[in-house]
């Protein structure tokens, strides 16, 4: 069964930069038709996408968040990241990582991080 | 901007029938906006009920269906439990790489 953990600093300063590793088990990231994804939840609020990143390294991302966000795949580690530049209060939320099998946009969402939660504090 | 909109709640009765809507703000949901459907309790991930409108992963238990109504999606619970008692997630595609998550229906049974 695939497994995918969130990880990476609890606490970021403002205007810093958050870095996130989401590690995949079960299951080469490299193999098969997948796109993986994090997703953003602040507390007592909505889910918001963040981004996709394909095996072949193709990258999407949230309009709103695009000038600020980079998602990369490390194949040799099984990991993908997400680094998100000039954070500030508004950014602090649960982070989720999340695949979704396909190659297209009507992609199925399986697999769920248990997510890790972000602030941003100084 | 794009705005996906959920019943912000909704309360059932056990072994009743209810079904949630998601619509957009730019006009009727179609087959192609792929809807998905996610489940989500307190203190817990999401987790994946419904790809691309009615396509259920195979934990999905089968009183959960997926369809489109009245230009909406919609997600429909057909002999609910005291365990389907969550959040619900809609979220649909746009073109020009956008995918949105709607408000959320928290459902409550009752």
């Known amino acids: 069964q695939v497994q995918l953990q969130e990880s990476g600093p609890g606490l970021v300063k403002p205007s810093q930069t958050l870095s996130l590793t989401c590690t995949v088990s079960?299951?080469?990231?490299?193999?098969?038709?997948?796109?993986w994804s994090w997703i953003r939840q602040p507390a007592g609020k909505g889910l918001e996408w963040i981004g996709r990143?394909?095996?072949?390294?193709?990258?999407n991302y949230n309009p709103s968040l695009k000038s600020r966000v980079t998602i990369s795949v490390d194949t040799s580690k099984n990991q993908f990241s997400l680094k998100l530049s000039s954070v500030t209060a508004a950014d602090t939320a649960v982070y989720y990582c999340a695949r979704v099998r396909g190659s297209g946009w009507d992609g199925a969402w399986d697999y769920w991080g248990q997510g890790t939660l972000v602030t941003v504090s100084s | 901007q794009t705005v996906v909109t959920q019943e912000p709640s909704l309360t059932v009765s056990p072994g009743g029938t209810v079904t949630l809507t998601c619509a957009s703000s730019?006009?009727?949901?179609?087959?192609?906006?792929?809807p998905n459907w996610f489940q989500q309790k307190p203190g817990q991930a999401p987790r994946a009920l419904i790809y691309s409108t009615s396509n259920k992963h195979s934990w999905t238990p089968a009183r959960f269906s997926g369809s489109l109504l009245g230009g909406k999606a919609a997600l429909t619970l057909s002999g609910v439990q005291p365990e389907d008692e969550a959040e619900y997630y809609c979220l649909l595609y746009y073109g020009g790489a956008q995918l949105v998550f709607g408000g959320g229906t928290k459902l409550t049974v009752l």
């Open positions: 079960g299951g080469s990231i490299s193999s098969g038709s997948y796109y």
């Open positions: 730019t006009g009727a949901v179609t087959s192609g906006y792929y």
């Open positions: 990143i394909y095996t072949s390294g193709s990258t």
